[in-house]
């Protein structure tokens, strides 16, 4: 039987990266998937017409796509009326879509800083904000699954609005957790490490540059996005139903203090 059969879900910023593998991953599950992306509907369609052909076995599954930019309220709302009235309900929400823009802190524009906390948290907040509006109305369950970072615990200089939005995203994931916990409502996140998607473009196809990302991780390579949609179907699946406020890292190894792969600090 598959993990997710029958359940309605939102991914944000389906149509590439992570949220494509979790929209063709989850419609295999056997879900139904509304695939939201902000620019390039013909990507979106392609995306959609992937899960369509991944999640065959599922009779009568039926897949979306809604446009949408996750940091504007009318957008969002929109969005939710949308998806609610195509599939009537709404079991789990992904929220996947992120941003990021390298400068030195003391070089970076406000509205740059505005435009990734948008994206990337307030985002995040204002589609869970709905979520569990719609959750609460129904007097249902619900899951919520954030796509968080191995950055929402090791810092990252240069990246600084990023490294915070992800950092405030762990505590968005346990505040939301412990406050809906007794109504059946479950919020986790994935933390991805370095995975091969258009975000990380500047470094894929270079082989010099990809080989030092690679040296980095413990695990000697960069992850595949369908390995992260692997952790974001069990989050978002029944399989978890005893898991909340909890970030899942799936990141060869990046958080386990690569640098103490060798003793130095006992002078060996
Ligand atoms: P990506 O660039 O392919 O995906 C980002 C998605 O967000 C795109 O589909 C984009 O259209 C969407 N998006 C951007 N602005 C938006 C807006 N205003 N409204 C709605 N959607 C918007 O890159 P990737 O890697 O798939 O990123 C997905 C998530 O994974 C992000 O939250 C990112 O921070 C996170 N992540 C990625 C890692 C990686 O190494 N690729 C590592 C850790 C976290």
């Known amino acids: 039987m598959p993990k997710l059969s029958g359940k309605n879900v939102l991914v944000t910023g389906a149509s590439s990266g992570i949220g494509e593998a979790i929209a063709i991953r989850f419609a295999q599950e056997g879900a139904n998937v509304a695939i939201n992306y902000y620019s390039g509907a013909d990507r979106a369609e392609e995306v959609r017409r992937k899960a369509e052909k991944a999640g065959t076995q599922a009779k009568g599954s039926k897949h ?31 929220n996947n879509s992120g941003v990021q823009k390298p400068a030195a ?45 191995v950055h929402e615990i090791i810092p990252k200089p240069k990246y600084v609005p990023y490294s ?11 505040s939301l957790a412990l406050e809906y916990a007794d109504r059946g409502i479950r919020v986790n996140a994935v933390g991805p490490g370095a995975i091969v998607t258009p975000i990380n473009n500047a470094w894929i196809n270079d082989p010099k540059a990809r080989a030092e990302v690679q040296s980095h991780i413990p ?50």
Request: with cysteine.
């Open 64 to 94: 979306i796509t809604v446009k949408g930019d996750v940091s504007r309220e009318p957008d969002v709302k929109d969005m939710f009326d949308r998806v609610l009235k195509e599939f009537g309900t709404l079991d789990v929400l992904i």
């Open 105 to 149: 802190s003391h070089e970076v524009e406000m509205a740059d800083f505005d435009r990734v906390i948008g994206i990337n948290l307030r985002g995040a907040f204002m589609c869970s904000r709905e979520a569990i509006r719609h959750f609460l109305s129904r007097g249902a369950s619900g899951v919520i699954v954030n796509n968080s970072s």
């Open 164 to 174: 915070i939005s992800k950092g405030g995203m762990e505590n968005l994931t346990k």
């Open 219 to 268: 695990m000697g390579r960069p992850g595949e996005a369908d390995e992260i949609a692997g952790v974001f179907a069990f989050l978002a699946s029944d399989e978890s139903s005893y898991i909340t406020g909890q970030t899942i890292f799936a990141c060869g190894g990046l958080t386990l203090y690569p640098e103490f792969r060798v003793a130095w600090s006992s002078g060996e």
